[in-house]
């Protein structure tokens, strides 16, 4: 068994590591990466983050956007504080290290426009937003010193009621197996945070990672957590190819073959229906009983 941690987080995507550094200002932390610390769903998304930077946009913009792309399904209180602190949290980021394109504009940062917004407010690295943000991260967590243990799967979470504790039951640590060694390791703990993602991996052809197999969700719902709005993870699914964000908005089309879909016009219109459909969701977080278990979902 390995030494106690006051935060164990499970996942080192822009949710496990935006918590670890947080973290790490009021205790010891261990995250574990399931393979390479770099390899998560937030490395390979590519169009960028939506957020109120540019003179003349506004938070009630924003949020009016977004309720209404989410066709009622939203609620407006977890979109309100997603839109308000968006620019702080890109702020943040950029205090990091993270690079974002730039222009001549006065506010320095390029931005374009997605499906669903009336206004300018992607920010974005290139086409590889996700890649720079992980970068700017890891880069940010490894000054903190949070230790980062790659190749180790989480197995399940370990509560106490596994082991007659008393009081009521709640989560003490994982326990995780190390691919390199062939052994599982428990790692103890007072807090337990998932960030582990999706299960875009359940589908054959997906342009998600092979890490993204819902393990996160399964551990906390072995552990008594409450599990819902799965149906709003965001999981891309392709066949041949998939066009990305940045092409579709500019009006790209998706790429045609003998074996390939008929050939699709991605319109301003197509592309807000599709964002309606699949982008927004009611807030979803996930805790064990004794709330010590989180969720997070992860950037795609």
């Given at each position: 068994?390995?030494?106690?941690?006051d935060?164990?987080?499970?996942?080192?995507g822009?949710?496990?590591?935006?918590?670890a550094?947080?973290?790490?200002?009021r205790?010891?932390?261990?995250?574990?990466a399931?393979?390479?610390?770099?390899?998560s769903?937030?490395?390979?998304?590519?169009?960028?983050?939506?957020?109120?930077l540019?003179?003349?946009?506004?938070?009630?913009?924003?949020?009016?956007?977004t309720?209404?792309?989410?066709?009622?399904?939203?609620?407006?209180?977890?979109?309100?504080?997603?839109?308000?602190?968006?620019?702080?949290?890109?702020r943040?980021?950029?205090?990091?290290?993270?690079?974002?394109?730039?222009?001549?504009t006065p506010?320095?940062?390029?931005?374009?426009?997605?499906?669903g917004?009336?206004?300018r407010?992607?920010l974005?690295?290139?086409d590889?937003?996700?890649?720079?943000?992980?970068?700017?991260?890891?880069?940010a967590?490894?000054?903190a010193?949070?230790?980062?243990l790659d190749e180790?799967?989480a197995?399940d979470l370990?509560?106490?009621?596994?082991?007659?504790?008393?009081?009521?039951?709640?989560?003490?640590g994982c326990?995780?197996?190390?691919?390199?060694t062939?052994?599982?390791?428990?790692?103890?703990?007072?807090?337990?945070?998932?960030?582990t993602?999706?299960?875009?991996?359940v589908?054959?052809?997906t342009?998600?990672p092979?890490?993204a197999?819902?393990?996160?969700?399964?551990?906390?719902?072995?552990?008594g957590?409450?599990?819902?709005?799965?149906e709003f993870?965001?999981?891309?699914?392709?066949?041949?190819?998939r066009?990305s964000s940045?092409?579709?908005?500019?009006?790209?089309?998706?790429?045609?073959s003998a074996?390939?879909?008929a050939?699709?016009?991605w319109?301003a219109t197509?592309?807000a229906?599709?964002?309606?459909?699949?982008?927004?969701?009611p807030?979803?977080?996930?805790?064990?009983?004794?709330?010590?278990?989180?969720?997070?979902p992860?950037s795609?």
């Open positions: 068994m390995r030494e106690p941690v935060f164990l987080v499970l996942g080192s822009i949710a496990g590591l935006s918590f550094l947080r973290a790490s200002k205790g010891s932390v261990l995250l574990l399931k393979r390479g610390r770099s390899e769903n937030t490395a390979y998304a590519q169009g960028g983050i939506a957020a109120v540019a003179p003349g946009d506004s938070v009630e913009s924003h949020l009016k956007d309720l209404v792309a989410g066709a009622g399904l939203c609620r407006e209180e977890a979109v309100r504080v997603a839109v308000s602190e968006g620019p702080a949290r890109v943040e980021l950029i205090d990091l290290g993270a690079e974002f394109t730039r222009d001549a506010l320095g940062y390029h931005l374009t426009r997605e499906g917004h009336s206004a407010r992607v974005h690295a290139a590889l937003t996700g890649r720079e943000v992980e970068r700017a991260l890891l880069a967590a490894d000054a010193k949070v230790r980062i180790h799967v197995i370990v509560t106490s009621g596994r082991f007659g504790l008393g009081g009521p039951d709640r989560v003490v326990y995780a197996f190390d691919s390199r062939g052994k599982v390791e428990a790692f103890p703990a007072r807090v337990v945070v998932l960030a993602g999706g299960a875009g991996k589908y054959l052809y342009s998600n092979d890490v197999t819902g393990d996160g969700l399964a551990m906390a719902h072995r552990a957590a409450a599990i819902a709005n799965l993870i965001q999981f891309p699914t392709i066949r041949t190819r066009v940045s092409a579709r908005r500019c009006g790209a089309k998706a790429g045609s074996t390939a879909p050939r699709r016009s319109s197509t592309r229906a599709s964002w309606r459909r699949a982008t927004w969701w807030a979803a977080s996930t805790a064990s009983s004794s709330g010590a278990a989180t969720t997070a992860s795609t």
